[in-house]
């Protein structure tokens, strides 16, 4: 298996609402993460996650939180966002080993609307 | 600060080569070029990366220049499922995460 898969691949959710973004790989990779792009811009680092602890936050507001229950998982959760966090949410994952020259294997994203 | 500068856009006829070009004169010596690429509402792919040498795969070839401060993707025959955002990024292999910056538009004419 050499992909990641992120589910739903289509989210609608109100200003109250909870939801959870769920990102799922196979290949032993020990390294996650959560970019969030725009229409028209490039992917934005969010989160990393390195042998299933948070390693770097981008300074991404509360309402955005991560959890990593295990190596292979990986979920955004996901409460009073804003308009303006509607969004395609990709998940990545590659090999964590210092010297690695192992690219990331990303997921086909979320695509977020926040009404 | 981007670290790299690539032309926001080029065009390529199908079948001839698509040669992306990325000036990054501010590398260090332990960072490598790598070039991903995202289709049209698509996660990013990696293609190909490099630290001095020429590289090339079943993808592409990364041509590097000898003071390392610009490099050039070329897909040899481009065809329209080579239109997409080719992104061009260095980093110290292992040990940052991927930044990506605004990177070129290709699009592929038929």
């Known amino acids: 298996d050499t992909e990641v898969t992120q589910t739903p691949k289509h989210l609608v959710m109100g200003m109250t609402n909870k939801k959870s973004l769920k990102c799922e790989q196979h290949m032993g990779h020990r390294a996650m993460y959560w970019y969030k792009q725009k229409a028209k811009k490039p992917p934005e680092l969010m989160f990393v996650y390195s042998y299933e602890k948070l390693s770097i936050n981008e300074s991404v507001p509360s309402r955005f939180s991560p959890e990593c229950p295990n190596s292979s998982l990986l979920n955004l959760h996901l409460h009073a966002l804003q308009p303006e966090d509607s969004a395609l949410y990709l998940c990545?994952?590659?090999?964590?080993?210092?010297?690695?020259?192992?690219?990331?294997?990303f997921g086909s994203g979320t695509r977020l609307t926040v009404v | 600060d981007a670290k790299t500068t690539q032309p926001p856009s080029m065009d390529c006829a199908e079948g001839r080569a698509a040669n992306l070009p990325c000036n990054h004169s501010t590398i260090s010596g332990n960072e490598y070029v790598y070039w991903y690429r995202q289709i049209h509402s698509q996660g990013p792919q990696y293609i190909i990366h490099?630290?001095?040498n020429n590289e090339t795969n079943e993808m592409a070839s990364l041509i590097i220049t000898e003071d390392r401060k610009s490099s050039t993707l070329i897909l040899p025959h481009a065809t329209l499922r080579d239109t997409a955002v080719y992104y061009c990024?260095?980093?110290?292999?292992?040990?940052?995460?991927?930044?990506f910056g605004k990177g070129t538009r290709l699009s592929v004419i038929a």
């Open positions: 490099g630290l001095k």
């Open positions: 990024i260095v980093r110290v292999a292992g040990n940052t995460p991927l930044v």
């Open positions: 990545a994952s590659s090999q964590e080993n210092r010297g690695s020259n192992y690219g990331y294997t």
